[in-house]
């Protein structure tokens, strides 16, 4: 158990965070929210609901009594061995009457966007029917695991199981891709012929990764890292043998993936081609200058600034990848990575906005410009606070979540405006990567302890204040700037100095 003194106010929760359960005693305290050091999940401390994602559950509350200047904590036994209470909020209260509960709520997507937004209509009060439909084989699954736990089975990823679903009387549709919309008709049409009226529509369809244009790119042994499908066959594929990695971009790559496979792998070409790395567009090369040298020295071989020409294959199976400055490489596996694109080619030829790129607008109520429909997760770019509104796309799962749930709110016209701090992380190699706010535009930098020792804080300036920090090994520091950023509260060059 947890203790929490807040003045004078005494709090009891659970004390490891129900994400990948972290010690929440090496969190940080602000005010009635408990923030993660690892992941920035945060927690109200009288209620120990969530206050801010990625965890999908609250912790316990235990009941306090102060006599004679000591602390008493009463709990039940079975309740100290259930380290998490399901849901967002652990009082639900009155059933909330509103004017969906006889409507259809239709989701597109099986991701953790859509998953959120299910699981806070029911939570709020909404009992009208929810249908999540996907293209995807399976329930919602942490996606971070396809890269980081190669070796597990599809249902070992799994952030929700199909009972859990099925007790909450949401409706999940696999392998349900939907193909195009009518708005007016409010009606989506899907690849098997069917389609399904709804009177409130989310679109969180995520993202796609960009396929190669190349000759070869049809050769076998060619992959993505989208599905646990994939992962698995990937280091199924990689054992003992030369792995390419097109692309350099931190996320859309999950570069760690190098590190993750066989050792026997790791000794051949973990090779980068044409992009810039950086965890996000706004992050300098040099700030990954020591994960990629711990990369180097584990055998992966990085090849800058160059392009992939052509593949070349035997017997159907690539063999070579030839790059732009005629260098062979040896492959029997390619891993590409080159970015990601909005899974909204079936808009096409609506009226609901997207950017040049594919991406739905959405406002901080994750509205799109059409009545009853909403996006959220990888699809969407969505004005961000911490820019004064500036737009952008942010591709991770407390993003997602956070979506899912506001938009949730405002199906149940609740008002809610999007206000959350997005929050990255990775480990690799033993070495752990954090990185919140949004840095985009950035002008200035301030850099606190050591490049060469592997354990730094990077400040992120623009117009005079702190709108991004990241870390190597420093954990805790950049969920507390995340949660004085998401108080509100700016940090001048100065101040970060």
Known sequence: VLLVRNRKEFSALGSKCPHYGAPLSKGVLRGERLRCPWHGACFNIRTGDIEEYPALDCISCFKVTVEDGKVFITAKKKVLTIPAVTGHRQHLGLRMRCLLNRNTVLL??????????????????FTGRIIMATNEKHVPYDKSKLSKEMHLKPEDMYLRKPEFLK?????????????????????????????????????????????????????????????????????????????????ASFIGTRLDQASRLPAPARDTNGTSLSLQPGAAAELPAWVLAGPFQMLQNKGVKFHMKTELCELKGKDGKVTEAVLANRENLPADVVVVGIGSTPNSAFLKGTSIA????????????????????????????????????????????????????????????????????????TTMLGKSIRYAGCGKGYTDTVVKGSLEQQKFLIFYIRDGHVTAAASLNCDPMVSLIAEVLYLGKQISKEEAE
């Open 167 to 247: 007790a909450l009387d949401i409706e999940f549709w696999t392998e349900k891709e939907a193909v195009s919309v009518d708005f007016q008709k409010q009606r989506v049409c899907f690849m098997d012929g069917s389609s399904q009226k709804y009177q409130q529509l989310l679109i969180a369809t995520g993202s796609h990764s960009g396929s190669l244009k190349v000759p070869g790119a049809d050769l076998q042994n060619i992959c993505t890292l989208q599905t646990p499908e994939e992962s698995s066959k990937i280091l199924k594929l990689a054992t003992g043998k030369n792995v390419v990695i097109v692309g």
């Open 108 to 125: 597109l997507g099986g991701g953790v966007a859509a998953l959120v937004c299910a699981e806070t209509l029911r939570q709020e009060g």
């Open 354 to 425: 997207r950017d040049d790129k594919g991406a739905i607008l959405v406002n901080l109520h994750m509205q799109t410009n059409i009545p009853n429909v909403f996006a959220a997760g990888d699809v969407v770019t969505f004005p961000v606070a911490l820019l004064d509104g500036d737009r952008s796309s942010i591709h991770h799962q407390q993003v997602a979540e956070a979506h899912g749930h506001c938009a949730a709110l405002n199906m149940l016209q609740r008002g809610k405006e999007l206000h959350t701090v997005p929050y990255f992380w």
